[in-house]
Each structure stands twice: as structure tokens, then as C-alpha cells.
């Protein structure tokens, strides 16, 4: 089990910026890659972004490409979202996962946070 907690979640306006956390407890965050993604209301839950379990990789849904980026502090078990440049399409609850590796498909994923509101006011 790899217990996730997300927060940092809020309400903001068109074109600000949130900083997302993702905390995981157990001593084998490193081994997991660390993916973030998110579930407006009447859509399935889509794939935001992921960062491989030694930061040497991420990648990036083309929705959310040049305005988010991912980071991982192994020593804090800790896992960022930074959202730039925020849009009201952005609105959704967002999750952070964990897996082995990284794969697009949310129900890949093994483990789950509880998810954070974000919502952007226009």
C-alpha cells in the first residue's frame, strides 16, 4: 500500500497558478513513478501529467503542456503539480496515483489519493 495525500487545491482565477502536493507514506516512494490526473464533472478521469521514480522522465497531456510541470522530492516523499497559466477548462477534482512505471490509462494505476478541488473562476 502507498498512502496518498493531496493538497493545495483552490479557487482561482484565469491565468493564476496553484502548486498541487501529493505526500505518500512508506519508505518505497522512490520505487514508484508518480503520475497526477483529474475528473471534471460528467467526464471520464483523464491523464494530466507523470514523472518517472527518479525524475528522469515526465510527461505531459498536450492540454497542459508548457503550463504544468511535475517534480518529486524522493527525501520528503512528496510529489508537486505546478499549474500555470490556469484556465477555466482546468476546473476539476485533481489526483495524484502511483505505479510502477508509467502508463496513460488512469485505471492502471495502483494507488490513489482522495483527490483536491481545483476550480477556475473566469
Known amino acids: 500500500q502507498v498512502p496518498l495525500v493531496e493538497s493545495g487545491g483552490g479557487l482561482v482565477q484565469a491565468g493564476g497558478s496553484l502548486r498541487l502536493s501529493c505526500a505518500a507514506s512508506g519508505r518505497t516512494f522512490n520505487n514508484y513513478a ?20 527518479r525524475s528522469s522522465s515526465t510527461y505531459y497531456a498536450d492540454s497542459v503542456k508548457g503550463r504544468f510541470a511535475i517534480s518529486r ?8 503539480l505546478q499549474m500555470n497559466g ?3 477548462e ?20 495502483d494507488y490513489w489519493g482522495q483527490g483536491t478541488q481545483v476550480t477556475v473562476s473566469s
Open 34 to 53: 508518480m503520475g497526477w490526473f483529474r475528473q471534471a464533472p460528467g467526464k471520464e478521469r483523464e491523464f494530466v501529467g507523470a514523472i518517472s521514480s
Open 73 to 80: 522530492d524522493n527525501a520528503k516523499n512528496t510529489v508537486y
Open 86 to 88: 490556469l484556465k477555466p
Open 90 to 109: 482546468d476546473t476539476a477534482v485533481y489526483y495524484c496515483a502511483a505505479r510502477g512505471g508509467i502508463i496513460l490509462t488512469p485505471r492502471a494505476w
